[in-house]
């Protein structure tokens, strides 16, 4: 860790349109996590100035070359994301973080899986409802306490996952006669020298984190990246 003598730090990167509270869901999860972290928040490019000082980074906003406000990622900010990805650390992607930094190829390298806007097989979302969770690996550190779920949610389907990596698939959710996976977690790619990630596709609002579910899936979530 880069801080040993103290409480890990974690930094959440927030931000983004109004229909993905983030910072709203990150304080939350800070809540949970309680007084063994200590937690920052950090708006869109701002995390970048800090990840020297970061045990874990929890890339959460939504920034996009689709708003017309976007401003691309500098060449330094780059280079500090691929050497935090390179030292080991971990991260942490949720929902629609995956389609954030759209033009820049090493951020979507990074993160592992990726939103695709456009194309022949753009990704995509059902409409916002009730879905059920069904655990699939319930033996793996991050699925422990907790079984299949129920929430109002939307689930993304064809997402595009970087070379490099094989995410382990978690739970799934039906949709359209499709299993689609809602908790992935890997190891390694994308960097030389490059840890662990998980990515959590649920979590559109609030509404979502009603879901007792999510609580514990974000607390073990922390400390399978953490150990």
Partial sequence: MSNPSSRPVIRFHV??????????????????????????????KEMFEHLSQTDLLVVMGLFYTGDGSYTPLTPAQESAFSFYIGSGRPLLLHHGAAASYDDSDIFKRLIGINWVWGGERPTQH??????????????????????????????????????????????????????????????????????????????????????????????????????
């Fill in 15 to 44: 931000g983004g349109p109004d229909f993905h509270p983030v910072e709203a869901q990150a304080r939350e999860i800070a809540s949970w996590l309680g007084p063994d972290f200590t937690c920052f928040f950090h708006h869109d």
């Fill in 126 to 227: 059902s409409p916002l409802g009730d879905y059920e969770v069904k655990v699939t690996r319930p033996e793996h550190p991050l699925m422990e306490q907790v079984g299949d779920y129920t929430l109002h949610d939307e689930l993304y389907y064809d997402l595009v996952t970087q070379p490099g990596i094989t995410p382990e698939v978690l739970a799934e959710a039906a949709y359209k006669g499709r299993r689609l996976p809602m908790v992935q977690c890997f190891q390694g790619g994308r960097e030389a020298g490059a840890g662990k990630g998980v990515y959590l596709a649920n979590g559109h609002d609030l509404r979502a984190f009603e879901c007792p579910a999510l609580r514990q899936l974000w607390l073990n979530s922390v400390q399978w990246l953490l150990s």
